[in-house]
């Protein structure tokens, strides 16, 4: 499907599925369909006890969607020589924890720097799809899974970051975090369905989406569709990101350290949950 | 002062130094002097209502402690010709608003990485010396700073990060950041005086110093002795922290989005407080 295919069947489908969230999102999410957004609450619950960090190490081998290395680091300066130590990097926004921004999948969107502060700063809704993930490594979060999640959770919350959960952080130091197929080039870990990601964008107050695998699409995506869908509804992704099987499925509070890099399409970024 | 002496002249004040705090620093600071330090509460004050943004965006020409260029961007897919946009950047551990990691200025001190979560979220006191500093960029934050901040505000909170408010955030894109003198090489900014990082090195909670300068140490420091001393206690420093002038003295968090890269001695970071 070329891009421009994509996005028609997009806009099609964003329009058929526009009752689905009629009693399932909180009714604020119905008031934020106004121009001005409402003032939305920074934190999701009381006063934080702990913060879990959501991040990965980054390591020069660290796996990559593209397969090669994307960090390399150069040291400048040594203790032993000059009293100091000091690198350099060289290093793809894409790479370990990291953001997607708008402007990633568009011409001219939101760049990393450019989303506001208030858009890092977010109730967390992690859906856990674990269990199907085991028996299908190509596994997507489908709307019946936020239907899930609402049923047991209630209404999702304003603002929030929605994550998915499939237990891929688990794998980040082997060969399943890519886990190539047998043909030699098809890689099977789960993502975004871009039903999910049209459904989320029909409550315009979400503000992120987040995976734990290397792509907010699945594996075997040959389009990015979910990329084409989401990013240019101006919301950004992220992904990488770790210890999501250590936070609660609702009432954490994500903080995400995104770097502020002029022009970036993204970024390695620091991200902590705050419980 | 070669290190050796700069470290014996460190060492020599403190134990002089000592009774300075008895009676000005929190009862829980003498308990941290036990090997296990006391759990501390993760907020300085009630749930935050907002976040402000403590961080410069970091352009190319971003102004340098050496004066070189230390962040070079390489567009390597770009979204009219890809589909997607995509950058590489180079960039030096220690450009924008960043860490210093203990590892910065010790042979095997902790990296960035390394530094434990609960030391990257901390109640933020902020010394304001913007008087001094607009009369001589040469100012420094003194013992005397620290009293005159604890006598208005009472003891240092348990765990904080002690931050420098100089008025040089507002400098970062003109040539007084730096503030080259007459001689062509000195620069002329503010920093912490060694003898504050010493009376605050007694008091173990203290998670780190940071600055909104380009260093730890004032510019005409001809040897990096606030580094040399804060750094080997094993604990991290910032610099280059925007809008100090923005949030208050006493009562916010500081959430430092520290990157996580392996081994590094220091790195961007996207810094915010919580108030």
Redesign the interface.
Known sequence: MC?HCVMESVKAGMLSRRSFFKGTIAAAGAAALATTLPSRP??AA????????L??????QFPTYFGGQQ?F?DQ?FS??KD????????????T??HIDAP?????DGKSV?ELP??D??APLVVIDIRAKAAENPDAQVTPDDIKAWTSANGDLPEGAVVALLSGWGDHVATEKFRNVGDDGKTMHFPGFHVETAQLLIEQPSIKAIAVDTLSLDHGPSPD?IV??TWLPSGRYGIEGVANLDKVPVKGATI????????????G?????A?V
Not at 255 to 266: L, R
């Open positions: 891009h920074l934190f009381e006063t934080p006890k702990k913060a879990e960090d991040t990965h190490e980054i390591w020069e960090l680091i400048k203790h032993a009293t100091f130590n000091l690198n350099e990097w060289r290093i793809s926004e894409h370990g924890t402007l990633h999948f568009t011409a720097a502060v208030e890092l700063i990015f990329h084409n903080v995400v350290g995104a770097p502020k890099i002029k022009g970036a399409t993204g390695p970024a620091r991200i902590f705050l």
